[in-house]
């Protein structure tokens, strides 16, 4: 023993041997320090393993040494003020004196229930909101009281996120284990509460030594009937409706893993009033879980409903539909006659006339690529979907979807109606008129140019409102406000070619897959009564002055004076028809100098009714609007 001492004493070099600490003087200042009895010296916790003594220096004046001993009160690398408060000393020692770090921990599943509701068996509680908190690392010698300190804390703000608009009485909420227990009232609340669960016997032979080993224990936070009445009756018309549903079986309503079966408890009183902003000392673990029908979908209020009387509908009635209901089949041949195709939409915009003339690639409507849309048409190919038969092309209901939609126009709705229109030409038969389609280096030519009239068409009519909206802007005539109201506005369709491109390829005579096969003009559908304005040949009505449509063909006929002027006698539209709001199928007439010879825009470019028109011009212009030529 001597020799051991004096090796710890070389060690302090430069200390003469009356500075060593009596080990009685250092056990009496650990014994004071460990009972609160005086003021501890400065100390600094440091782990020493293998329970070594510790070695300590007298340092200075201080009134007590220096002391180096094993973790008893503090934290292993933190240190300790030299002059703690009473109060500091006393929480310290209290809490940590008597405690080691908390290496045997459990871990927590809370979940808030309410009193009352459907209940099956011994069930005590009903959950709601699916509000459950997980936590572990939890110090297993944590007592009863800090339980429910711990349980509250995290239930409480998720509490009053359910049912916002109620003022929610925390103080009455009880915490209870999974045998229903009120950890509020246990009998001896100082002690370890889940401790003692925890420990279990040796593995070693004739071992009595029990071993600590970490658990999860599940914690209740119960809301009282007639609180969670009140929240209900308070809040009944801001919250979603709540349905009485059956709780499923046992297995399914064990939360996990335990029943909320009953246990006999001492004593029933309520919980005291806590701090719910207690902080715990654990690291927190989050999740939801659904676990019974109650707990993952409805909310239980403890209220009956009732339910209304049931009329009888009849047996006539009832009869009625089962015999509609049970003889009705699918329509074989509305389905195979239905067609699906993958579709690339180019649409017709509509711009300045002064934009065309400057830019050589906009003299003519284009397949811009840049401005396409991807897509599917959907259309029946059976004589039910067909609008009617014009003079050469047939018009179909079909549903145009594009991924993504367009902007505006045509395809900016999700399943957006709209009309296909093709080319046909009469066949030869000897008894019915009999229509045929044309081979698709025939009919994409045909619509094409169909798309660059009406291209050209809603060019003219923009540029004539333009005219007319200059000249009213700018007029010292106070008579053109009795008609400028009476002004009809219309528009043409909104439209577009579109390209079909085969999917599949069937063979040799057929369109290889991803190639174009098949082209549409599809049109903005209109849905008012269809009314034909103005021959492609005439400029005069072809309406009577007590149709309801003659002043619309006034102002048309007045349109085409507008358009020979403004472009110095060569073209103009012709052909109008339509509604009283929008326009389709125009012509484009122009001048004989323009084709010189050859047809341009479409076969019915009549030059002859440029020669017509231009006789009238100034008659005309002067009749509807002295100041307008």
Same mark, same amino acid.
């Given at each position: ?143 009863? +009281?800090? @339980?429910?300190? &711990? %349980? =509250? ?9 359910? /049912?916002?608009? $109620? *003022? ?71 919250? +979603?409706? @709540?349905?009485? &549903? %059956? =709780? ?9 893993? /335990?029943?909320? $079966? *009953? ?93 065309? *003339? ?272």
């Amino acid at each position: 023993m001597t020799t051991v001492r004096n090796a710890r004493l070389n060690v302090l070099s430069g200390v003469h041997l009356s500075s060593v600490p009596d080990p009685q003087a250092i056990q009496r200042s650990v014994s004071d320090a460990q009972c609160g009895t005086s003021d501890p010296a400065p100390v600094v916790a440091v782990p020493h393993p293998g329970r070594e003594m510790a070695v300590a220096v007298l340092q200075g004046q201080h009134s007590g040494p220096d002391i180096h001993v094993p973790s008893a009160w503090q934290m292993p690398g933190k240190a300790v003020r030299s002059c703690p408060t009473d109060s500091e000393v006393q929480d310290r020692w209290m809490n940590q004196g008597y405690r080691s770090p908390p290496s045997e921990t459990i871990s927590l599943e809370i979940s808030a229930l309410h009193e009352g509701g459907p209940q099956k068996g011994r069930m005590r509680g009903t959950p709601f909101g699916c509000i459950c908190k997980g936590m572990k690392d939890i110090d297993a010698r944590t007592t009863a +009281p800090e @339980l429910v300190t &711990i %349980a =509250l804390a995290k239930l409480t703000p998720k509490i009053s996120e359910f /049912c916002p608009q $109620f *003022l929610w009485r925390p103080s009455e909420f009880v915490v209870c284990d999974s045998s229903w227990v009120n950890l509020s009232s246990v009998p001896n609340p100082m002690q370890p509460y889940f401790y003692h669960e925890c420990l279990h016997p040796g593995s070693q032979k004739n071992s009595k030594t029990p071993v600590f080993k970490p658990k999860q224990f599940l914690l209740f936070v119960v809301v009282p009937e007639s609180q969670w009445q009140d929240s209900f009756n308070t809040s009944a018309a801001q919250r +979603p409706i @709540l349905h009485d &549903i %059956a =709780l499923m079986s046992d297995e399914r309503a064990s939360l996990n893993t /335990c029943s909320l $079966f *009953l246990r006999t408890s001492s004593n029933n009183s309520e919980a005291n009033e806590i701090d719910t902003n207690a902080q715990a000392t654990s690291r927190k673990r989050s999740h939801q879980r659904s676990t019974s029908v109650s707990s993952a979908t409805t909310h239980s209020p403890p209220s009956k409903k009732t339910i209304g009387t049931i009329g009888t509908p009849g047996h006539d009635r009832v009869k009625e539909a089962l015999q509609v209901g049970g003889a009705t089949n699918v329509d074989i041949g509305c389905v195979l006659q239905t067609k699906l195709e993958s579709v690339v939409f180019y649409p017709i915009p509509t711009i300045h006339l002064e934009e065309i *003339l400057d830019d050589t690639d906009k003299h003519a409507f284009g397949l811009d690529q840049e401005h396409s849309f991807n897509g599917q048409l959907r259309f029946d190919t059976s004589s039910d979907s067909l609008l009617g038969v014009g003079g050469f092309k047939t018009a179909h209901i079909a549903h145009l979807l594009l991924q993504p939609t367009a902007p505006t126009g045509l395809g900016s709705l999700p399943r957006h109606m709209i009309v296909l229109k093709r080319p046909y030409f009469v066949g030869e038969s000897t008894t019915n008129r009999v229509y045929k389609r044309y081979m698709l280096a025939q009919e994409l030519p045909i619509l094409f140019r169909e798309a660059n009239v009406l291209y050209w068409a809603k060019s003219l009519l923009k540029m004539t409102y333009e005219f007319i909206d200059h000249a009213i802007r700018h007029t010292t005539d106070l008579s053109m406000l009795d008609w400028i109201t009476d002004i009809p506005r219309l528009r043409f369709v909104e439209a577009g070619l579109t390209l079909v491109y085969a999917s599949t390829s069937k063979g040799a005579s057929t369109s290889s897959t991803g190639s174009v096969s098949g082209a549409y003009l599809l049109e903005e559908k209109i849905d008012a009564k269809f009314t034909k304005f103005i021959h492609n040949v005439q400029y005069s009505s072809c309406l009577k002055p007590d149709n309801d449509g003659f002043h619309i063909m006034q102002f048309l006929v007045f349109t085409q004076h507008i358009q020979y002027i403004k472009t110095d006698g060569l073209a103009y539209i012709s052909d109008y028809q339509g509604s009283t709001t929008l326009l389709t199928d125009p012509q484009i007439l122009t001048h004989p100098s323009v084709g010189g010879g050859t047809d341009i825009f479409s076969e019915g470019n009549v030059e002859i009714g440029v020669e017509r028109l231009s006789r009238s011009t100034s008659a005309i212009v002067t009749a509807h609007g002295p100041d307008l030529g």
